[in-house]
């Protein structure tokens, strides 16, 4: 893995779609689906505008797209996620093609709540998981467990 230059970009929201980050990243080329376990994909910033972010969570797993980024795609990305603000990049270790690899991910700043996305976001990130192959009830669970904490938490 590492013979290669560039970083490897972990994505399970948004930038599973591959015409969003075709036109967002467009030196950076897919290197394969994996499951990062140990998490669970939630949604926070309010509802109606909430996005994707992943937490921990023993038992957990959530389906992720890795990509080899440049960069040049890197600075993009930072700009589109909010980094430092909204995100913070941490480096995460996930089982792909037999081996563990280490790979950056975007994951949301504490004291945001939990809330839904809206639809146009939703419909990204629906697009990316079919993108990808990836079995769409995931993401719909991640949907309504965030309305319904966000439900319990007011």
């Known amino acids: 893995m590492d013979k290669e230059k560039g970083t490897i970009y972990l994505a399970y929201g948004s930038n599973l779609n591959l015409k969003q980050m075709a036109y967002r990243c467009p030196t950076a080329r897919v290197l394969g689906q994996a499951k990062l376990t140990g998490y669970r994909l939630l949604f926070r910033g309010g509802s109606g505008s909430a996005v994707a972010t992943i937490e921990r969570q023993k038992g957990g797993s959530v389906p992720v797209l890795l990509w080899r980024i440049t960069p040049y795609d890197e600075e993009a990305l ?22 563990w690899v280490s790979a950056m991910a975007y994951i949301m700043n504490d004291g945001r709540p939990l809330g839904t996305p809206g639809r146009c976001y939703y419909e990204v990130i629906r697009q990316g998981y079919m993108d ?3 079995d769409i009830s995931v993401l719909n669970k991640a949907v309504r467990d965030s309305a319904a904490q966000e439900t319990a938490e007011t």
């Open 132 to 134: 990808a192959g990836f």
């Open 78 to 99: 930072d700009r589109y996620e909010g980094y430092p603000h909204l995100y913070r990049k941490e480096t995460v270790k996930v089982r792909f093609k037999g081996q």
